[in-house]
């Protein structure tokens, strides 16, 4: 394991135990407080229903919401600031959470109680979720792995050399650093950090927030078992289709490269004649293609050979939105014109994104250029706002029957 996934283990069961601790010490002031109104001595110190549900439920509503806020992304690269306010913030929302759905149930007789109650359930929240990640923190730094980085000092003029060095440390999913080039000191196109009091830039950020991050890998994996569930009348229809029209397997399996470079396997609806490639040299499809099925033609029209890709969005190799993943063949060649063609490799490939939608299929190498900028171009623009915007496109784009 990983010293990344050790310590990210340790701020998860942290705040595991933290949890436990802060609802023990609530329940221990609510039964104080009242003088039993609330609970009796048995309720409190035995495991009835409102006792146990609670201690199991708390901590885990506290992990959903530090996972949301993206607490527990880059650990050995969060300032002091950082740390506070995210703790701050989830304090609240946790406080509030539990407050509306446990303690709102409450039989008081002076509802000043409630406001009590609530300030002393963020007060233990805080400070003692606080203070364990502080002592994990500690021990991170104390362990120098917060150096736990890659430095590329290759010249910035050297964009061979660079591009090769970072397309080597991407299947390593440490953060990379490169020197800066004079254009990103003059005009702050890139945020520049201090390390060992020298400058550099992380070209692994994103310009997602770490929250949102986590935001769309959930609404992706719900997202895509949600349609596996209810597509599966249509995906056995299509196999059925594809079965009895043409011989082979219903399912076309094709290797290609994602986060950090990456290999897995794609799963597709076959839309093409078996043997399609016979010797085995990769060849791009057109419009015309006659190795393409009848049904492979009505399936790519609407799109609908891409379903099965949902599986690979929900085994966390693909996202809904994201460049589209290619293979180490074409690759290859994209790479002798647009050599930065690995920058694309720190995002979750996707089912659709900018350059499907702008370039569409990509039947030429000038195509595959194309759509490969305008996947930069969402890459450095990445936001919640920006994917729903293109699913709503993509979504036009298949009602209108546009792919090839």
Known sequence: ??????????????????????WLLFLLFR????????????????????????LILYPIGCLIVYYLSGYYLLIFHRS???????????????????????????????????????????????TISYLCRLVVGRLSRNNGVSQDVILIDTPPDNETELYRQIREAYPTGK?????????DLVTGAAQIR??????????????????????????????????LILLSPLFAILAVLVKTTSKGPVFYRQERIGLHGKPFLIYKFRTMIESAEKDGTPLLSSKDDSRITSVGHFM?????DELPQFWNVLKGDMSLVGPRPERPYFIHQIEQQAPY??????????????????????????KMIR????DIAYMENMSLVLDIKIMLLTVSVILNGKGQ
Do not use: H
């Open 300 to 304: 790519r029209k609407y799109r609908l």
């Open 371 to 374: 759509r490969l900028n305008y």
């Open 80 to 126: 002091f600031s950082k740390e506070f306010l995210n703790t701050f913030v989830t304090a609240i929302i946790i406080s509030l959470g539990a407050f509306f759905i446990i303690v709102i149930d409450d039989k008081v007789d002076q509802y000043q109680r409630f406001l009590v109650s609530l300030l002393v359930l963020f007060i233990l929240q805080f």
């Open 31 to 54: 039964w104080i407080v009242y003088e039993g109104k609330v609970f009796s001595v048995d309720e409190v110190l035995i495991p009835a229903f409102d006792f146990t549900r609670p």
């Open 341 to 366: 063609y690995c920058l694309l490799y720190k995002i979750r490939p996707g089912l659709t994104s900018w350059g499907p939608i702008r370039v569409g299929y990509t039947d030429t190498m000038e």
């Open 175 to 183: 953060p990379i650093y490169i020197r800066p080039r004079v254009y």
């Open 1 to 22: 394991m990983s010293a990344y996934r050790r310590f990210q283990l340790r701020y998860i069961l942290a705040d595991i135990l933290s949890a436990e601790i802060i």
């Open 194 to 227: 201090t390390l060992d009091d020298e400058a550099w830039i992380c070209i692994t950020d994103l310009s997602m927030s770490d929250s949102e991050i986590c935001i769309k890998r959930t609404f992706d994996t719900l997202s895509a078992a949600l349609f």
